[in-house]
C-alpha cells in the first residue's frame, strides 16, 4: 500500500492531506487493492455495493445497457478518478453500471462506511476528505446538469458552437485549448464522434474555426454566436 501514497495524495478525493498523514488515515479507512488485466470486469451492475472506487493505475470505463440491450460507454475513468460517489449516499444497495478495465489496472476500494460514517479517533483528516468528497459529487451534479441542457440543443452545429463558445468566455482568449479529447467531447455532447468531426471540418471550412487536436481558434466569434442558436 505504501507505493501507492504519492499516487494517493495527488487524487481530488485526498486533495489537501498531507503525505504523512496519507499511512494514518489508510489505516483507519481500512480499505483494499484489487489488480486487474485489460477487459476485466472491476464491478458489474446489480452488483452489492459496498466500497468507493479510486483508480490507481491504469484506464477503464463504465458502462451501461439500455432497454435494447446496447452498451453504453458513460465515462472513461483515469489514474485518480473515483467511482461510485454518486450512490455513496443513497439507499441504493446495488451498483448502477459496470466498470471494466481498459489496461491493467490497480483500484483502491474504500469502504462507504469508512467515508460517511463518524471516524472514531476524531482524526483531524477526516473532515477534510468528507469535504472533497462533497466538493466531487457537486462538480460531477453541475457536469451532468451542464449535459442535460446540451441534450435540449438540437444541431450538431448547435452543441459543438455552445461549447467552443462557453470555454471562450473563460478566458476570453480565441485561442483555446479543449480540456477534453474527442472521444471524449463526443460522449459529452451526446453525438457520434465521426459526424462530429465532420461538422467541424464544414465550420473550419467555411472560417469559422481553426483546430488541431485540441488546440482550436475562434476565427468567427459572431458566426459562433448565431450558430449556438441553431
Known amino acids: 500500500m505504501r507505493k501507492y501514497h504519492e499516487i494517493i ?8 492531506i498531507a503525505q504523512e498523514d496519507i499511512q494514518t488515515m ?3 479507512l481500512k480499505p483494499r487493492v484489487c489488480s486487474y488485466n485489460r477487459n476485466d470486469y472491476i464491478v458489474t451492475s446489480g452488483e452489492v455495493y459496498e466500497s468507493l472506487g479510486v ?10 445497457e439500455n432497454a435494447a440491450g446496447n452498451r453504453i460507454v458513460m465515462t472513461l475513468l483515469k489514474q485518480g478518478d473515483i467511482f461510485g460517489e454518486i450512490i455513496a449516499f443513497s439507499s441504493q444497495l446495488t451498483w448502477p453500471a459496470t466498470v471494466q478495465a481498459q489496461e491493467i489496472c490497480d483500484v483502491l476500494f474504500l469502504p462507504r462506511g469508512k467515508i460517511i460514517g463518524e471516524c472514531n479517533s476524531m482524526c483531524p483528516w477526516h473532515r ?3 469535504q472533497n468528497f462533497l466538493r466531487i459529487i457537486s462538480e460531477k451534479a453541475l457536469m451532468l446538469n451542464k449535459k442535460i441542457e446540451y441534450l435540449t ?3 450538431m452545429r448547435g452543441k459543438i458552437s455552445t ?5 471562450y468566455k473563460r478566458t476570453g482568449d480565441k485561442n483555446i485549448t479543449l480540456p477534453l479529447n474527442r472521444n471524449e467531447l463526443s460522449d459529452f455532447l451526446n453525438v457520434s464522434r465521426p459526424s462530429m468531426s465532420r461538422e467541424m ?3 473550419r471550412n467555411e472560417g ?7 488546440a482550436f481558434r475562434i476565427l468567427d466569434l459572431e458566426a459562433l454566436k448565431f450558430m449556438s442558436a441553431l
Open 9 to 16: 495524495s495527488r487524487t481530488d478525493l485526498f486533495y489537501g
Open 26 to 28: 489508510l489505516n483507519c
Open 55 to 64: 483508480v490507481l493505475k491504469g484506464e477503464a470505463t463504465v458502462i451501461k
Open 128 to 130: 477534510t476528505l468528507i
Open 153 to 155: 440543443i438540437k444541431s
Open 163 to 167: 461549447y467552443l463558445l462557453e470555454q
Open 201 to 203: 471540418c464544414k465550420m
Open 208 to 214: 469559422v474555426i481553426d483546430f488541431h487536436l485540441t
